[in-house]
């Protein structure tokens, strides 16, 4: 079974920290993403990452950047938290079959982060 | 625009009840459509996947349509269990060069004994 790890469950910081976001799949998994889940908006892709050292801008990217030094590891980082940045982080990591997307997202099971 | 649409927002049923999830999508050039299941404080988790040709696909007590032409799929959950008490999400794919994946805002099930 592929296994998504984050690192924190619940973390606390205070407005303008610097906070780091870990995500680690065991599948040697090429596609890593980082999505945050607010009530009633549903989850919004923030940045995702096709293989090593790629990045690409989801939807909502303004506050974030990502690091992807290592395949099985995608960090995300909120250079100065604010409390709008407060919600449930969600990563997921995906293969790539050939040229196809039909493989499923495997999630981990979320960092609820509160900026105080 | 692409964009994917859930009804209802939220769903009550009595334990062994049957109930019907919708998702209607405008997402152009289809891929596939994902149906995931979200737990209370976890992620979510694919419970099935349909592709153009594919009309209908069970999973246990869970049985996905797809209606190509008019753009809509259902989920159908039969003889539920308080264990199907959840956030039901409606992924869909579009088969672009970045694969964009376009997600419902999810009905929450709750199931009650």
């Known amino acids: 079974d592929v296994k998504v790890t984050q690192s924190s469950r619940y973390l606390v910081k205070r407005t303008g920290e610097k906070v780091f976001l870990e995500c680690v799949q065991d599948m040697d998994h090429e596609n890593m993403f980082w999505y945050r889940q607010d009530p009633g908006l549903g989850l919004r892709l923030i940045y995702f990452?096709?293989?090593?050292?790629?990045?690409e801008k989801g939807d909502i990217p303004e506050g974030y950047s990502v690091s992807r030094e290592k395949k099985e590891r995608f960090s995300l980082i909120l250079e100065s938290a604010s409390t709008n940045q407060t919600s449930m982080y969600l990563c997921a990591s995906r293969i790539r079959e050939g040229k196809t997307y039909n493989s499923p997202l495997h999630f981990g099971n979320g960092t609820r982060l509160t900026v105080t | 625009k692409n964009q994917v649409e859930q009804s209802p927002q939220s769903l009550i049923i009595l334990e062994g009840k049957n109930c019907t999830l919708q998702c209607n999508y405008t997402v152009s050039p289809f891929s596939n459509l994902r149906w995931y299941k979200q737990d209370t404080g976890r992620g979510p988790v694919s419970l099935t996947i349909m592709t153009f040709s594919e009309n209908t696909k069970s999973n246990g007590r869970y049985t996905a349509t797809l209606d190509a032409d008019t753009k809509q799929s259902s989920l159908h959950i039969t003889a539920s269990q308080l264990s199907d008490s959840a956030s039901y999400i409606c992924v869909v794919s579009a088969q672009t060069r970045d694969d964009k994946i376009i997600f419902g805002k999810g009905t929450r099930l709750h199931i009650l004994p």
């Open positions: 990452s096709y293989d090593v050292k790629m990045k």
